[in-house]
Structure formats: C-alpha cells, structure tokens
C-alpha cells in the first residue's frame, strides 16, 4: 500500500474559502436530523453529570 497525499490550497478567496464551510454546515445539519437524539443519548451516557460529580466529591473526607 502507498501512501498518498493530497494538496491543500493555503491561499484561498473568500468565495473559495466559503464553499468547503457551507458544505461542512449542511453535512453536519444532516447528521443531526438523522442522528441528534442518539448523539444526545451517548453524550449524556458517557459524561457524569456536574451535580452528580459535585455529590460525590462532597462524601470524601477533607484532609
């Protein structure tokens, strides 16, 4: 397998600059209609509530 690389153009219009944006822009608007409540859903899973985390910090003992 050989590794390829792609240019990146680093001097761009505005105009040029804008399009990757707005593609990126409606991409993710996509995803989230199709999968915001999930991503809500695992967000929610994987990461501790602060009151929950403020709670159980409170229950150890101060040295």
Do not use: K, N, W
């Not at 509530?49 to 709670?55: F, G, V, Y």
Request: aromatic letters at 4%; charged letters at 20%; proline letters at 6%.
């Amino acid at each position: 397998m050989t590794m390829r690389t792609l240019p990146v153009l680093t001097h761009l219009t505005s105009e040029q600059a804008c399009t990757p944006l707005e593609l990126l822009d409606h991409v993710r608007d996509l995803l989230a209609q199709a999968y915001g409540g999930d991503i809500a859903a695992m967000l929610r899973a994987t990461i501790p509530c602060r009151s929950q985390a403020t709670t159980e910090a409170s229950d150890d003992p101060t040295f």
